[in-house]
Antibody
Framework: QVKLLQSGAELKKPEASVRLSCKAS????????LHWVRQAPGQGFEWMGI????????SYAQKFQGRVTMTRDTSTSTVYMELSSLRSDDTGFYYC????????????WGQGSLVTVSS | DIVMTQSPASLAVSLGERATLNCTSS????????????LAWYQQKARQPPTLLMY???TRESGVPDRFSGSGSGTDFTLTISSLQAEDVAVYYC?????????FGQGTRLEIK
């Protein structure tokens, strides 16, 4: 079965960091790019960045430059997204989503990981 | 960044009736070299991740019922559900993937009247 399985919910304090995972299965891991997108409570989607599992090159939205790092582990078909210096407005669902090339729609999404930032 | 604006914010339609959802981009998302609009539509049901409905503005994703159709070009796009079914209750989002950062509309919430 083709799917993206994300890690569980996280509760973090302000200024902490969070590392989320997204494990791919049922398809060739290096054949698709993976995006990270977040959704604040009751809001729309915000694109955070993209990683190419074939080589590991990542590109980030300007808003998150310096705070986000995306990596991959080809041995486990998993991508990771680490966000640092967390603030309360980072609270929301974080999704990984795949695309065949960067300039294509997202044809498969993970189930989402809820990150709550609260003191 | 390209700003995506959806209208209406919410819509109530009777079962079996047509639903029309609109999406406007602040810049054209039509790539002239291949005449493709870099525009997608997603459906998000309650407490679920989004699923892809349409890409290239008018190409239906595999498995999507043919009551869903997409149209438009350049900056103005429409998602039409020809005969609303109960399972279509969801929030619908448009997305441009023409340029980075990829951006989404704020969504249209579709309900049964």
């Amino acid at each position: 079965q083709v799917k993206l399985l994300q890690s569980g919910a996280e509760l973090k304090k302000p200024e902490a960091s969070v590392r989320l995972s997204c494990k791919a299965s049922g398809y060739t891991f290096t054949g698709y790019y993976l995006h990270w997108v977040r959704q604040a409570p009751g809001q729309g989607f915000e694109w955070m960045g993209i990683i190419n599992p074939n080589g590991g090159r990542a590109s980030y939205a300007q808003k998150f430059q310096g705070r986000v790092t995306m990596t991959r582990d080809t041995s486990t078909s998993t991508v990771y997204m680490e966000l640092s210096s967390l603030r309360s407005d980072d609270t929301g669902f974080y999704y990984c989503a795949r695309a065949r090339v960067p300039e294509m729609a997202f044809d498969l999404w993970g189930q989402g990981s809820l990150v709550t930032v609260s003191s | 960044d390209i700003v995506m604006t959806q209208s209406p914010a919410s819509l109530a339609v009777s079962l079996g009736e047509r639903a029309t959802l609109n999406c406007t981009s602040s810049e054209s998302v039509l790539y002239s070299s291949n005449n493709r609009n870099f525009l997608a539509w997603y459906q998000q049901k309650a407490r679920q991740p989004p699923t892809l409905l349409m890409y290239w503005a008018s190409t239906r994703e595999s498995g999507v019922p043919d009551r869903f159709s997409g149209s438009g070009s350049g900056t103005d796009f429409t998602l039409t559900i020809s005969s609303l079914q109960a399972e279509d209750v969801a929030v619908y989002y448009c997305q441009q993937y023409y340029s980075t950062p990829q951006t989404f509309g704020q969504g249209t919430r579709l309900e049964i009247k």
